[in-house]
Antibody, heavy 120, light 106 residues
Framework: EVQLLESGGNLVQPGGSLTLSCAAS????????MNWVRQAPGQGLEWVSI????????HYSPSVKGRFTISRDTSKNTLFLHMSSLRTDDSAVYYC?????????????WGQGTLVTVSS | DIQLTQSPSTLSASVGDRVTITCRAS??????LAWYQQKPGKAPKFLIY???TLETGVPSRFSGSGSGTEFTLTINSLQPDDFATYYC?????????FGGGTKVEI
């Protein structure tokens, strides 16, 4: 059974930094692209970033490009999101999500989310 | 960026009803469209990919159709467990984008 467990969410001041982690199990982590998706309180889903299985190819939403960095540690089956220059509108529940396959990057499995609050 | 517009934003229905949700894309996404269900306080649940392929374990009362810029999610014979918010998502091009959601309520 696929399991994704996010951690690292916290209260942080505007302009600050934070790193989220997502521990993966139940599948061969190194073979799948992984994503971060966020949801602000009471709002819809917003895709944030993807990293492919090679760990090199990445894409970002324009709203976070240049401020957030996605990475993965295959030896630890862990996905990361390093967030810097945080703004109040980055406040959200952040989910990590696994794709269906290399050919289909729809989001098949999701973690339970971790809450990031950006506030002074 | 490809914008996805869902309609309606809220839908009132009863158990047993047939429900249809529409997702319109600002440009063609071919058939690279997925649907998700989300209940309050929970992570989204994956329902459908490539427009019409049901994820394993998803009840057959759910179906998807469309191509290009217009897509539909249909729920036949709505069940109590189906009251939730539904999102479409395109994965044809970056940035990946979601529709604004459709809340199906009693």
């Amino acid at each position: 059974e696929v399991q994704l467990l996010e951690s690292g969410g916290n209260l942080v001041q505007p302009g600050g930094s934070l790193t989220l982690s997502c521990a993966a199990s139940g599948f061969t982590f190194k073979d799948y692209a992984m994503n971060w998706v966020r949801q602000a309180p009471g709002q819809g889903l917003e895709w944030v970033s993807i990293i492919f299985s090679d760990g090199l190819r990445t894409h970002y939403s324009p709203s976070v490009k240049g401020r957030f960095t996605i990475s993965r540690d295959t030896s630890k089956n862990t996905l990361f999101l390093h967030m810097s220059s945080l703004r109040t509108d980055d406040s959200a529940v952040y989910y990590c999500a696994k794709v269906v396959s290399a050919a289909t990057i729809a989001l098949e499995s999701w973690g339970q989310g971790t809450l990031v609050t950006v506030s002074s | 960026d490809i914008q996805l517009t869902q309609s309606p934003s809220t839908l009132s229905a009863s158990v047993g009803d047939r429900v249809t949700i529409t997702c319109r894309a600002s440009q063609s996404v071919s058939t690279w469209l997925a649907w998700y269900q989300q209940k309050p306080g929970k992570a989204p649940k994956f329902l459908i990919y490539k427009t019409s392929t049901l994820e394993t374990g998803v009840p057959s009362r759910f179906s998807g159709s469309g191509s290009g810029t217009e897509f539909t999610l249909t729920i036949n014979s709505l069940q109590p467990d189906d009251f939730a918010t539904y999102y479409c998502q395109q994965y044809n091009s970056y940035p990946l984008t979601f529709g604004g959601g459709t809340k199906v309520e009693i």
